[in-house]
């Protein structure tokens, strides 16, 4: 799949960044400012004062200031997609061509595999697990070798397979072989 340079993103934005209450007055406004003050070689003081006309409707301005860009090119269709980041980033976040670019590398990362499922059980399920897991690591590792020194402790471990689950049992079996002679 070929990249999607800025200006097609542009291109492909335009409906949606010129149509009605997707930018204010204001944010369009800052927007010219930086490409104007950072960047004087993207829009001159000229064209500045031209696309903030408070005579002409924002629609018309902002309809002007993209085609601008779109003939300029790549660059500075790019500093006008990081001006749009840095002064209205919920909707630099919400444009079709965002949209796109997610979807396609989604496609392309998990093209025929299953999608997975989070679980809906909380964070108070999950920390429970993780306590219960390291509690167990802990108690695994921290076990000497030598039944004399915590006798209660492999006792413990020796009836905890009827408790937990029968795929952690195995395990916890599996590590106690050599020990449940001398209990």
């Known amino acids: 799949m070929t990249e999607q340079t800025y200006c097609d993103r542009l291109v492909q934005d335009t409906p949606f960044l010129t149509s009605l209450g997707r930018l204010s007055e204001q944010q369009v406004d800052r927007i010219i400012l930086q490409l104007n003050r950072y960047y004087p070689q993207i829009l001159s003081n000229k064209d500045a004062e031209k696309f903030r006309n408070p005579k002409v409707s924002l629609r018309v301005r902002l309809c002007d200031l993209l085609g601008h860009l779109q003939r300029s090119g790549e660059r500075d269709c790019q ?3 990081r001006a749009l980041y840095i002064h209205a980033q919920p909707l630099h976040s919400c444009l079709p061509s965002r949209h796109a670019l997610q979807n396609s590398d989604c496609t392309e990362l998990d093209s025929g595999t299953a999608s997975c ?21 802990l108690l695994i590792y921290c076990c000497p070798p030598d039944p004399k020194v915590l006798p209660g402790a492999r006792r413990v471990l020796g009836f905890s397979p009827v408790i937990i689950d029968r795929h952690a049992s195995r395990f916890l079996l599996a590590f106690l072989t050599d020990d449940l002679g001398g209990l």
């Open 117 to 137: 499922e989070l679980s809906d059980r909380g964070p108070v399920a999950f920390l429970t697990c993780l306590g219960l897991a390291a509690g167990l690591a």
């Open 79 to 81: 500093e006008f997609y």
